[in-house]
Each structure stands twice: as structure tokens, then as C-alpha cells.
Nanobody
Framework: QVQIVESGGGLVQPGGSLRLSCAAS????????MGWYRQAPGKQRELVAT???????NYADSVKGRFTISRDIPKNTVDLQMNSLKPEDTANYYC????????????????WGQGTRVTVSS
């Protein structure tokens, strides 16, 4: 079994900051990509930021320069520091993990967290 646990959402005023954290645990050999997606009401889920074990990062254009993704690879955790938040950043944020369960199984498996709510409002 694999567990994906997120924390750090909440209510913040425009221009404020929040930090999201995600930890993957359980039957994991190694994580390849960890990242964050978000889904606003009435919209499709979209990529926010991802980071591979080789430190390749990918950000949505809408968050570049404001959000920073970081990972602790041995601990299988990923954080998202969100600064200069805007009302349009309001959404449920989901942790996404691509991992290998064993050193002999080459299947790259994908898991999602339950989501954490971020609300940016005055």
C-alpha cells in the first residue's frame, strides 16, 4: 500500500503566502516525479509544478516566479511554497507521485493525494 498525505492548505489574503507539504509512504522503492496539480470549481485539473529526481522542474506559466517546488528525495516528500497568492490560485491542490514499488518491477505507478483546499480571498 502507498499513502499520499498532504497538508498546509487554508485561507489567505491576496498577496499572502502558503506552504503545502506532501509525504509519500508505504511500499515504495523510489519516487521519480513528485508534484502538485490543482482544480478550481468548474475547471479541469491542471499542472502546477513537478520535480523529478534529477531536479528537472516544470511550472505552469501562471505560477512561475511566485511558486517554488522542492523535494526531499530520501524522505519522499515534496513541498510547494506559494507566494504572492492571487484569488485565481483558489483551488483544491493535489499531490501527484510517480513511483517504483520495487527495484525489479519497472512499472511506473501513479498516485494522488486526497487534496488540500487553498482559498485566496480578502
Amino acid at each position: 500500500q502507498v499513502q499520499i498525505v498532504e497538508s498546509g492548505g487554508g485561507l489567505v489574503q491576496p498577496g499572502g503566502s502558503l506552504r503545502l507539504s506532501c509525504a509519500a509512504s508505504g511500499n515504495i522503492f523510489s519516487t521519480y516525479i513528485m508534484g502538485w496539480y490543482r482544480q478550481a470549481p468548474g475547471k479541469q485539473r491542471e499542472l502546477v509544478a513537478t520535480k523529478t529526481t534529477t531536479n528537472t522542474t516544470n511550472y505552469a506559466d501562471s505560477v512561475k516566479g511566485r511558486f517554488t517546488i522542492s523535494r526531499d528525495i530520501p524522505k519522499n516528500t515534496v513541498d510547494l511554497q506559494m507566494n504572492s497568492l492571487k484569488p485565481e490560485d483558489t483551488a483544491n491542490y493535489y499531490c501527484n507521485v510517480h513511483l517504483y514499488k520495487t527495484d525489479w518491477d519497472t512499472r511506473l505507478l501513479e498516485y494522488w493525494g486526497q487534496g488540500t483546499r487553498v482559498t485566496v480571498s480578502s
